[in-house]
């Protein structure tokens, strides 16, 4: 059995990146708040979104880093060091482009996979040792950069997608927190 104590969704800070596929992460912890009645609010110190809560029988903390996805580290470990919240206990969500848009992974223990969000917490936290969820975004099309196609808007079909995902994801979160990681991944990880 795993304790769940925090759960960070991933993106950038401000209108101009609400629903764009850098902020699945964060979309989805919007998506936790709401189903569960936790309420997020702005917390300076700890320059994030952050509420408290019953989660699936646990008592959570949910954040939303306002910093930049580049340093989204700063927030992960402060909340981690205040409350004593051990790497293990420590579920992040973000976005992946070689994933189609819909599909999620888990991880346990790697390394960032060119995301520079999960480096920053990487190296905040001084360890890998912490439970990824990747979630689909989908590949640029044409000729498209990356970086453009990372801050482009969801379309609708692809929002629907999405947010089943994100059933998933909370299922994934439950096995988790009763059987652990190796469990949790292999519902996860199998198509």
């Not at 912890?29 to 809560?53: H, I, S």
């Not at 790497?87 to 848009?101: G, R, S, T, W």
């Not at 379309?155 to 995902?165: A, F, G, P, V, Y």
């Amino acid at each position: 059995m795993a304790d769940v104590s925090l759960i960070v969704g991933l993106g950038n800070p401000g209108p101009r990146y609400e629903l764009t596929r850098h902020n699945a992460g964060a979309g989805f912890v919007e998506y936790l708040a709401n189903r569960f009645g936790v309420v997020l609010r702005d917390e300076a110190r700890f320059r994030g979104r952050m509420g408290r809560g019953e989660v699936l029988g646990h008592d959570v903390r949910l954040l939303i880093p306002t910093t930049y996805m580049n340093l989204s580290g700063r927030p992960v470990q402060s909340i981690a060091a205040y409350y004593q919240i051990p790497p293990e206990n420590v579920i992040v969500i973000h976005d992946d482009m070689d994933l189609e848009v819909g599909r999620v992974k888990m991880v346990y223990n790697r390394g960032p996979g060119g995301h520079n969000g999960i480096k920053s917490i990487i190296d905040c936290l001084g360890t890998k040792e912490f439970v990824r969820i990747r979630l689909g975004i989908g590949r640029p099309p044409g000729q498209m950069a990356a970086s453009a196609f990372v801050l482009s808007k969801f379309k609708e079909d692809e929002i629907r997608s999405l947010t089943e995902s994100f059933d998933k994801i909370l299922q994934a979160i439950r096995i988790f927190s009763l059987e652990g990681v190796a469990e949790s991944m292999k519902f996860m990880n199998t198509k």
